[in-house]
């Protein structure tokens, strides 16, 4: 019986202490925890960032992002802003999850 909880306990405490990268576009700025910039090549950007088919291919904080449909089953809220002298990260969009990395290691901190 004590297995059981124990496994319980494993599993409820692996969920809680994920960082998947679910991310939501929020409509306005003020209710985004980070406000991105996508850049036209990838020399500008501070991360490149693949857009996975599945919560379950979500990176932990690798640039592989999942988009979710509500702002509640998200980890961070983003905004789009339209300049980058405005953004808190600029992205790159990549084609392929093996490219999908951060280039400026000193922003990673803003997606945990």
């Known amino acids: 019986m004590k297995s059981i909880y124990l496994i319980i306990l494993f599993v409820v405490g692996c969920v809680f202490t994920s ?17 991105v910039f996508v850049v036209d090549h990838e020399a500008y950007a501070d991360l490149l960032v693949y857009k996975v088919d599945h919560e379950a291919y979500a990176g932990d904080n690798d640039g ?3 988009f979710v449909d509500h702002e509640a089953y998200a980890d ?6 339209d300049h980058e002298a405005y953004a ?19 922003k990673k901190h803003l997606m945990y």
């Open 19 to 35: 960082s998947a990268q679910k991310v939501f576009a929020v409509d306005h700025e003020a209710y985004a925890d980070v406000k």
């Open 64 to 66: 592989n992002w999942f």
């Open 76 to 81: 961070k809220k983003i905004f789009f802003v």
């Open 88 to 106: 808190d990260l600029k992205i790159f969009f990549v084609d392929h999850e093996a490219y999908a990395e951060w280039k400026e290691s000193s």
